[in-house]
Structure formats: C-alpha cells, structure tokens
C-alpha cells in the first residue's frame, strides 16, 4: 500500500521561506520518479518540480532559482525548500509518485500515487 504524507506547509510572508516534506512507504523510493505539484481551488494541478529515477531534475520556470528538491532515499523522504516566496506561489502543494517521468514529468495525468496535500499560503 503507496502511502504519501505531506508536511511543512503554513503561512509565510514574501520573501520568507518553507520547506515541504514527503514521506513515503510501501514504495522503493529511489527507483520512483517523484515530484511537487501545486493547486488552486477550481484549477488545474500544475508541476512544481520532479526528480526521476535518474536523478534528473526539472523545475517550473517560475520557481526556478528559488525552489530546490532533494531526496533523502534511507529515510524515503522528498523535500522541497521554498524561498525567496512570493503571495502568486500560494497553494495547495502535492506530493507525487510514478514509475518513470521523462519528458512527461510536468503532465499530474502519469503520476499513480499522491497525497493529501499541504497548503501554503504566502501574505
């Protein structure tokens, strides 16, 4: 059973900082592509950023330079550090698990395993 939990989310000012984690079990971590998506209310699910199997990276232009993913494969955690915020990065933030991402890694459509959520809200 893929379970994926959430935490780190709050209410920051601009310019402040977050930082997100994952934790996941009933998955071999590092053999998953994982990743951050964001939501609206009434909108769709955008990526955030997404490290493969491989260890590729890939960022939102708009959060580039500011949000940096890592992973943590002996305690199957993601994280995601969040600085530099700003009021448009607030949302409903996701974690993300799949097989395989390649150049599909910004579509939420191939992503199998997600969890609740985390909100952010940047003032």
């Known amino acids: 059973h893929v379970q994926l939990v959430e935490s780190g989310g709050g209410s920051v000012q601009a310019g402040g900082s977050l930082r997100l984690s994952c934790e996941a079990s009933g998955i071999t971590h590092n053999s998953y592509c994982m990743g951050w998506f964001r939501q609206a209310p009434a909108k769709e699910r955008k990526a955030v950023t997404v490290?493969?199997?491989?260890?590729?990276?890939n960022y939102a232009d708009s959060v580039k330079e500011r949000f940096t993913v890592s992973r943590d494969d002996e305690q199957a955690t993601l994280y995601l550090q969040m600085n530099s915020l700003k009021s448009e990065d607030s949302d409903m933030y996701y974690c993300?698990?799949?097989?395989?991402?390649?150049?599909?890694?910004?579509?939420?459509?191939?992503?199998?395993?997600w969890g609740l959520g985390t909100q952010v809200t940047v003032s």
């Open positions: 993300a698990a799949t097989f395989a991402c390649g150049v599909s890694w910004s579509n939420p459509q191939i992503f199998s395993y």
């Open positions: 490290i493969d199997m491989d260890g590729k990276i």
